[in-house]
């Protein structure tokens, strides 16, 4: 099933004189995990942002779950239902706790305060967060901070993931940690995962290698871990 679908997609944001996107046409199916490089500039984060909504193209198509979304409010209610994100800076709001950052995205799609409330804590249980909650991202570690945005992504189940550097603020263990739970996370295969990411390392997790340079994709490539390696 087909979940993500950009079709010639074009993006040249205004001053510059490179495409961030030069015709991107790619499609991704429910369940793959696609890890995304490239060199810096080379578009990776405007892919994400694309995929998302964010950033509007010039021309193209994109596709989420087999819809159009047109207009801003549409896409607002696909990043809000169908879309957790994962960032580089983790974006936590700095005077809410991590049992309230968890809710924020809760604000709009679940009713009722302890209901938002019994979900966060069990996603922070999820994350190994369970003696943090009440903890804001000033007291917490950056591996912590990140298990926080972890768990604030993943609030309202969505299909899709994006992660834009997730560790690229972390030590090389922490990073190693994350990535275990990025994966923990990817097992049961009904979510996608996009990540951007400069470290080869963890190549091994995915199922599919997009290589981007100059605003395109250079290489396109499924790995072993991939269902359909073998098949083709
Ligand atoms: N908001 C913006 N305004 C102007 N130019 C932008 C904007 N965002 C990105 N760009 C430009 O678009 C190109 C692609 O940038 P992008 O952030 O997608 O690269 P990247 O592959 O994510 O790089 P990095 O590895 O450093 O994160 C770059 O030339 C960048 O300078
Ligand atoms: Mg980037």
Redesign the pocket.
């Known amino acids: 099933m087909q979940m993500i679908k950009l079709e010639d997609v074009t993006?040249q944001?205004?001053?510059?004189s490179?495409?961030?996107?030069d015709g991107v046409s790619v499609s991704i199916e429910k369940g793959e995990f696609v890890v995304?490089r490239?060199?810096?500039?080379?578009?990776?984060?405007?892919?994400?942002?694309l995929i998302a909504g964010l950033?509007t193209p010039e021309s193209g198509s994109i596709l989420i779950d087999g819809r159009a979304p047109r207009g801003r409010r549409q896409w607002a209610q696909v990043r809000a239902t169908k879309i957790g994100f994962i960032f580089?800076s983790f974006n936590l709001i700095p005077t809410l706790t991590a049992l309230e950052n968890v809710q924020v995205p809760m604000l709009g799609t679940i009713k009722g305060a302890g209901k938002r409330m019994a979900r966060a804590r069990e996603l922070l249980e999820q994350v190994g967060l369970q003696h943090r909650m009440a903890h804001r991202p000033c007291e917490l570690s950056g591996g912590e901070c990140q298990r926080v945005a972890i768990a604030r992504g993943l609030a309202n189940s969505p299909l899709i993931i994006l992660a834009?550097?997730p560790t690229g603020n972390l030590d090389s263990e922490t990073s190693s940690a994350i990535m275990e739970l990025i994966k923990s996370i990817h097992d049961s295969r009904d979510r996608t995962i996009v990540m951007?990411t400069?470290e080869a390392r963890f190549i091994p997790y995915a199922t599919r290698v997009i290589s981007?340079q100059d605003?395109r994709i250079i290489k396109d490539s499924i790995t072993n871990n991939s269902p359909m390696s073998g098949t083709l």
Request: charged content about 20%; cysteine-free.
């Open positions: 993006k944001f205004k001053g510059t490179i495409k961030a996107a995304v490239g060199p810096s500039g080379s578009g990776k984060s405007t892919f994400l942002n950033i580089q834009d550097e951007a400069h981007y605003g």
